[in-house]
T-cell receptor, first 109, second 112 residues
Framework: GQQVMQIPQYQHVQEGEDFTTYCNSS?????IQWYKQRPGGHPVFLIQ?????EVKKQKRLTFQFGEAKKNSSLHITATQTTDVGTYFC?????????FGTGTRLQVFP | DVKVTQSSRYLVKRTGEKVFLECVQD?????MFWYRQDPGLGLRLIYF???????EKGDIPEGYSVSREKKERFSLILESASTNQTSMYLC???????????FGPGTRLTVT
């Protein structure tokens, strides 16, 4: 069946360093979404990308959707302690949204 | 603001008990979902429903059933709880099947 893999599983960074998480699908996606889950919280929607090669920015966060619509990345510039949490991608096809396994980000002050 | 609520934040049940987890959304969403979340395994879909009384199995339906008698309410049932069902259970709703999902706060279930 369709799978959405996410790497790395964990990432520890020093505050101020950059961070990137990658999402790869075994099949072409109609859209990709990104969610953030703070420790002890629930996933919260961040953004959706739909077009091939699309790039969107939210302050220090940059989201990309690959040309083939099979992969995506989330890059955080100059991490802050408020960025701590688990980041999930979710790939959509015709009738399903499949969540990646998540990348847990820890930021040390 | 979309609101998805779950009946309990924490629940402790004994092996063999029947367990009901309730989820309510207030945005008139057609679609509702139940996931379980375990460390290192991400969010795994148990069941989803795209309309009242309609349900579809997700990736890990074994040991679970669901009920959707009203549009706003989606229940997850563990017929006979087992220790391997100890987990965080998250409910979500969405307007379309591949649209943004709104999650409830989660129920941390412990089966002893």
């Amino acid at each position: 069946g369709q799978q959405v893999m996410q790497i790395p599983q964990y990432q520890h960074v020093q505050e101020g360093e950059d961070f990137t998480t990658y999402c790869n699908s075994s099949t072409t996606l109609s859209n990709i979404q990104w969610y953030k889950q703070r420790p002890g919280g629930h996933p919260v929607f961040l953004i959706q990308l739909v077009k091939s090669g699309e790039v969107k920015k939210q302050k220090r966060l940059t989201f990309q959707f690959g040309e083939a619509k099979k992969n995506s990345s989330l890059h955080i510039t100059a991490t802050q302690t408020t960025d701590v949490g688990t980041y999930f991608c979710a790939g959509g096809n015709t009738d399903k949204l499949i969540f990646g396994t998540g990348t847990r980000l820890q930021v040390f002050p | 603001d979309v609101k998805v609520t779950q009946s309990s934040r924490y629940l402790v049940k004994r092996t063999g008990e029947k367990v009901f987890l309730e989820c309510v959304q207030d945005m008139d969403h057609e679609n509702m979902f139940w996931y379980r979340q375990d460390p290192g395994l991400g969010l795994r879909l148990i069941y989803f429903s795209y309309d009242v009384k309609m349900k579809e199995k997700g990736d890990i339906p074994e040991g679970y059933s669901v009920s959707r008698e009203k549009k706003e309410r989606f229940s997850l049932i563990l017929e006979s709880a087992s220790t391997n069902q100890t987990s965080m259970y998250l409910c979500a709703s969405s307007l379309l099947l591949v649209a943004e999902q709104y999650f409830g706060p989660g129920t941390r279930l412990t089966v002893t």
